[in-house]
């Protein structure tokens, strides 16, 4: 019997040091894992520095009123002001402002152009198509469009 009790007395003193191994592994790896991601979320972070600072805002150009035939024999008359930037050489011009315009509102139906969010859709997607009309050399000259008038008849 004397082995026996030796036997369990050997098997009750090598579980602890097996549990603590397996708790230092565990530990090893969760600081590991833990470092990594630290690592590359610092890696791949886009840093401040690089983003481009927001332009100054310049003079705002009021446009002539244009009137645009739309679809089922109705009309828009819109008058639009370009916002330019600080850098602009020039106040724009706004004969592509109203290109652009006229070509993007022309041949619509009128009940599409008569609710908000479809109209400030509009409005973004043609400030985006005169924003890069306008930009020379990387360089914005046009920082935002206003509409001063738009009446549907």
Request: proline share 6%.
């Amino acid at each position: 019997m004397a082995k026996d009790e030796k036997a369990a007395q050997a098997e009750t003193e090598e579980a602890p040091k097996k549990s603590r191994k397996k708790l230092i592994m565990i530990i090893a790896i969760v600081v590991v894992l833990l470092g990594g991601g630290a690592g590359g979320y610092f890696m791949f972070k886009p840093s401040s520095a690089t983003a481009a600072p927001e332009p100054e805002p310049g003079a705002v150009v009021p446009l002539d009123p244009v009137t645009i035939n739309l679809a089922d024999g109705h009309f828009l008359k819109l008058r639009l002001s370009l916002q330019a930037t600080a850098d602009a050489a020039e106040a724009p011009d706004g004969s592509k402002a109203l290109d652009i315009a006229i070509e993007l509102y022309s041949n619509r139906p009128m009940a599409e152009l008569m609710s908000n969010t479809e109209r400030e859709r509009s409005k973004a997607e043609l400030r985006e198509k005169i924003e890069k009309a306008y930009t020379v050399d990387k360089t914005k000259e046009i920082m935002d469009v206003y509409f001063t008038s738009f009446v549907i008849q």
